[in-house]
T-cell receptor, first 109, second 118 residues
């Protein structure tokens, strides 16, 4: 079993819809949970992070962590065409970050 | 700050040739990471340095790959000899130790080097 599992998509949704992106993981030692966004032909950039379990909201984005289920989510409200990108979940253990493969998201105008 | 700088942005080479990728991390950052990204395998950590010292190179696929960090502002990833299966986008990222509830290793990525080995 891989440490981090993420559906690669692609996921296509109409503009204005709520988007739900998810990852599962196997290692209970992970403490920090992150979402990186990667636009085409660019490097990933940190979007949001959460320490341990719970929710965190930042504008249209909400990150959710359920450590008991080893499941994390990213919700995007009122999705915009500019949100079209690949979203990578990431989790830190010691001083390394383990990335999911990423989910390609297309927001249709 | 200009962010993480990588060169070249694109590299096309023939099988068997030596390839050298370069990275300049963000000033003040004490961690440097080299990743490889492909559609099939996603983003894979190859090696990382702390204060210029290699900490974990377990992700380096073979002895054909080597990385150095001679000083805090420069690192190289070398592939010798290169093979077609090395074709990928190679990213360099840097970070610094932070306290509190910030991720201790929030990483800042460069634009990547797209390597094609024919």
């Amino acid at each position: 079993q891989k440490e981090v599992e993420q559906d690669p998509g692609p996921l296509s949704v109409p503009e204005g819809a709520i988007v739900s992106l998810n990852c599962t993981y196997s290692n209970s030692a992970f403490q920090y949970f992150m979402w990186y966004r990667q636009y085409s032909r660019k490097g990933p950039e940190l979007l949001m992070y959460t320490y341990s379990s719970g929710n965190k909201e930042d504008g249209r984005f909400t990150a959710q962590v359920d450590k008991s289920s080893k499941y994390i989510s990213l919700f995007i409200r009122d999705s915009q065409p500019s949100d079209s990108a690949t979203y990578l979940c990431a989790m830190s253990k010691d001083d390394k970050i383990i990335f999911g493969k990423g989910t390609r998201l297309h927001i249709l105008p | 700050d200009a962010g993480v700088i990588q060169s070249p942005r694109h590299e096309v080479t023939e099988m068997g040739q030596e390839v050298t990728l370069r990275c300049k991390p963000i000033s003040g950052h004490d961690y440097l990471f080299w990743y490889r990204q492909t559609m099939m395998r996603g983003l894979e950590l190859l090696i990382y340095f702390n204060n210029n010292v290699p900490i974990d190179d377990s992700g380096m696929p073979e002895d054909r790959f080597s990385a150095k960090m001679p000083n805090a502002s420069f690192s190289t990833l070398k592939i010798q000899p290169s093979e077609p299966r090395d074709s990928a986008v190679y990213f360099c990222a840097s970070s610094f130790m932070a306290g509190g509830t910030s991720p201790p290793y929030e990483q800042y990525f460069g634009p990547g080097t797209r390597l094609t080995v024919t």
